[in-house]
């Protein structure tokens, strides 16, 4: 892949020794006015876990330096103390000439690099999703009807157009449709909570919901236009195909392109801004990364809410490739998604390292594998790699639009999370946005093009995340940086390593999750008087815990349980609910959340004559239950998903488990989710 800032700043520096040697004066000038507290002082179970540094040599001699801007020695330094490996050196990477500054595409608005594929690839095969095949022309004719169905409706540029549906081709054309019409789509899952889904719309403003009438009728009271694809199909076949022209919608890179919600620490999701310019900046950006072909088939298993699914669709459709869209069977496959992907003949697939663990079966038609959402293991590296197979661990926030930094990976190599995407800059910084030295742990900020426009209707904290970039080039005025609070630090090779959070955000199956707002919601429960929330790793499958105190008598975990799941998307609902005396707290009156105790173990009562197991199938099945929740006791009625806390990883290492036994060798995930009690 070729390194646009490696290209802008290695002329100017040359090696990561000399970039140090400077970094080192730098510091050293600055910390004679007065040192501040390092961001790893604060948290201490990161500092233990930070190796120490390499340093490479400070008697090697720096080179003259032409005169720089004041600001920008300090991005100079930063960004080149890992930012300076030559194109094709890192393992699995096809060596290739670096393009020069900004030779990637203009900036444009996102739709228009589909167009511009359909035009010349009209009859390539665009989608595939249960039998339904679409062609590149196919699926421009019918985004373009749907484009003049909502300008018919008053949707044009600014508006804010909301798409409840599930992966299909239908989905992808409504994508398309809304940003041809001008307008920004704001993906909403289908299976999120009514109550999530109409806080959204609210929030957004959105003024059309596109979607189906089944899938409407869940939200009577939403203000706005409604688009059912399959109730006014008439009316929207009935439109023109004819694609409408740049001057008649007027829309351009700084534009809304999409809002994603994620989780808040409010209590609410909010929602991520993203300009078209970010979108198409990623999009080329990663065809050059990851080279995808037209004769590619990448997998789209991500929901549509999800910032990743941009990745999947868009590294498809600009390259011409084919996009193979999951449904249900093969999204709740677990283990047997290998199999489902080698029979599609997907040879792209982007996943989180959670879900990569429990696929017991190579992929033999994978030639790439593209990680991230969490930290990757280095023993699933051992297990995947193979020749033939490239695999790339990526990293980045929504607010920086889907991925900021890439590594390619190799069995036998550290894991990182990287050097920049092209045209990014990342910056570790201390508490008071200084660069820190090679070696030592900062905050991770992200800036260029990627760089989202803020949160919908959070001026405070948008200014609070989004601050102005002083080691932006003299030719972005205004440019913002994005403090992530992910805390990372640069090894000895230059690459970035993630160290962890400075908050109590955490990562759960992928997801990006604030831990406030789920305890801000266990509040609302009946009785709560207090609640904490921890993933507990220490636990068989890395539960989600919520610690509830009572303010008069025992909680009704079962009514709390349903509260939880009427407001939270089901990743965020707790696994568990502890009853705690009082919450632990420091000095500073603070929650100690690494002082939570563990879950107690539940005494086992013996389950009545109705609930015990029956027969050798139950009593085996309950077996491997009782290995996954060791602190429940298991009984024949109680619901797999809502009474033990179960979710898609775990009912995939249950049904790994129970095909050891001859008797479930044709077990499968689906089964689970169809019969979910022993």
Known sequence: MSHISDDIYLSALGTQAQAFAI???????????????PLVGRAPHIRDAVRPAKRWSPHEEAPQLPSPRPASAALVTADLSWNSAPPGSLPGRTARPPRAPGALARPQPLHEIFEKRADLCPGALAVVSAGERLTYLELEERANRLARHLRARGVGRGSRAAVLLPRSPDAYAALLGILKAGAAYVPLDPEYPVDRVAFILRDCEAEVLVTTASLAS??????????????????????????????????????????????????????????????????HAEGELFQVRPEDRVYQGFSLAFDASVEEIWLAFRAGATLVAATCETAGAGPDLSR???????????????LLSVLTEPIPTLRLLILGGEKCPAPLVERWARPGLRMVNTYGPTEATVIATYADLAAGKPVTIGRAVPGYRVVLVDDRMEPVPPGAVGEICIGGPGVARGYVGLPEETRARFVPDRFAPADEPGARTYRT???????????????????AQVKLRGFRVELGEIESVLLEGEGVQAAACSVREDLPG?????????????????????????????????????????????????????????????????????????GEVETRIAAVWEALFPSLAISRDDHFFLDLGGHSLLAARAVSELRKDARFARLSVIDLYRHPTL
């Open 23 to 37: 970094s080192r004066a730098l510091v050293a000038s600055r910390s004679s006015g007065g040192a501040s507290e």
């Open 218 to 283: 869940q939200h009577p009271r939403f203000g706005g236009a409604l688009v059912s694809l399959d109730a006014d199909a008439a009316a929207i076949a009935a439109e023109s195909h004819a694609r409408l022209a740049p001057g008649e919608v007027g829309n351009g890179p700084r534009d809304l392109c999409y809002i994603i919600y994620t989780s808040g620490s409010t209590g609410r999701p909010k929602g991520v801004m993203v300009e078209h310019r970010s979108a198409c900046h990623l999009v």
């Open 340 to 354: 489902h992907l080698a029979q599609s003949r997907v040879t792209v697939f982007s996943t989180v390292p959670s």
């Open 485 to 503: 609070g992910d805390l990372g630090r640069i090894d000895g090779e230059g690459n970035l390593e993630f160290v962890g959070r400075s908050d």
């Open 542 to 614: 890395g539960p989600l815990v919520g610690y509830v105190v009572s303010s008069n008598g025992p909680i009704d975990e079962g009514r709390l349980r349903s509260h939880l799941r009427s407001r939270l998307p089901a990743f965020m609902v707790p696994a568990l609910i502890e009853p705690v005396d009082a919450l632990p707290r420091l000095s500073s009156g603070k929650l100690d959340r690494a002082a939570l105790p563990a879950p107690r173990l539940r005494e086992k009562q013996p389950p009545t004559s109705a609930g015990a197991p029956r």
